[in-house]
Nanobody, 124 residues
Framework: QVQLVESGGGLVQAGGSLRLSCAAS????????MGWFRQAPGKEREFVGC????????DYSDSVKGRFTISRDSAQNTVYLQMNSLKPEDTAVYYC?????????????????WGQGTQVTVSS
């Protein structure tokens, strides 16, 4: 079983950048497809992006494509979400998730393990 801990959230002005980290313990992340999701108050959990086990295939929602980048560092057993050109509508709690499969998925029900989330707030 893998445990996930997100970090790197905070308050940033519109147009700024943040890098979120998802550190794993218990098992190596190279065993999992990984995803990032977010949830704003009063809204459903929303797919942000995902990356496959070997880190070469990524997929992003249309709302973040071209602004956000997912990467993984096997040596650090960590997955990252680099967020650039942030907008107020990006404000949400961001979660990383792992699934026991080669590929990531856009569907949150496909994931087996979740972190506790980290708050991202973008001011206008």
């Amino acid at each position: 079983q893998v445990q996930l801990v997100e970090s790197g959230g905070g308050l940033v002005q519109a147009g700024g950048s943040l890098r979120l980290s998802c550190a794993a313990s218990g098992r190596t992340l190279s065993s999992y497809g990984m995803g990032w999701f977010r949830q704003a108050p009063g809204k459903e959990r929303e797919f942000v992006g995902c990356i496959n086990r070997v880190g070469r295939i990524t997929d992003y929602s249309d709302s973040v494509k071209g602004r956000f980048t997912i990467s993984r560092d096997s040596a650090q057993n960590t997955v990252y979400l680099q967020m650039n050109s942030l907008k107020p509508e990006d404000t949400a709690v961001y979660y990383c998730a792992a699934r026991t499969a080669l590929w990531g998925s856009r569907n949150y029900v496909d994931y087996n393990y979740w972190g506790q989330g980290t708050q991202v707030t973008v001011s206008s």
